[in-house]
């Protein structure tokens, strides 16, 4: 299992002097499948968040283009810098 790792890692560029730490903590985790749960759960978090981020942001647009329709509207010039 560690050579595996070790050669996948070295495949995508790191050096050993890397790899050697992560190896120790993949160890002390009690293996991949701790880890890769671990990931997975913060990977669906990230997602989620991220989500939610783009979510606020198109409803921001949305609140700031009608905004900017209801001051033209009233024929108030906006100056922009």
Do not use: C
């Amino acid at each position: 299992r560690d050579a595996r790792l070790v050669h996948q890692l070295r495949r995508g560029g790191y050096l050993l002097e890397q790899i050697a730490p992560l190896v120790d903590q993949v160890r002390a985790a009690g293996g991949l499948e701790p880890l890769e749960a671990a990931l997975g759960d913060w990977r669906s978090r990230l997602a989620t968040r991220g989500r939610a981020l783009l979510t606020g942001a198109a409803k921001l647009d949305a609140y700031l283009n009608e905004q900017e329709r209801e001051r033209q509207s009233r024929g108030v010039l906006r100056i922009s810098s």
